[in-house]
């Protein structure tokens, strides 16, 4: 249980830092292309962690046209 949820912690890191060093606002396909070569993760986990991150207030979601973009606050 405690190994699962350091991974997850570690996993939004790395979300979150790709995320810094992105010029603008980026989609689930930008971040999931910058973490392939980190560490393996599907693309509804991405999700997922995106929206913890937006409940607790690091990213906002951008509501324009589909695919949706996600900017650090």
């Not at 890191?13 to 393996?40: F, Q």
């Not at 929206?51 to 690091?58: A, I, N, P, S, T």
Request: with cysteine; charged share 25%; net charge positive.
């Amino acid at each position: 249980m405690a190994q699962e949820i350091f991974r997850a912690v570690c996993l939004e890191l790395d979300i979150m830092l790709i995320l810094w060093k992105a010029s603008g606002p980026s989609r689930v396909i930008d971040i999931y292309n910058g973490l392939r070569s980190i560490r393996p993760c599907s693309k509804p986990a991405i999700h997922t962690l995106l929206d913890r991150l937006e409940k607790r207030g690091f990213v906002q979601q951008e509501t324009v046209d589909a695919p949706t973009p996600y900017k650090v606050i």
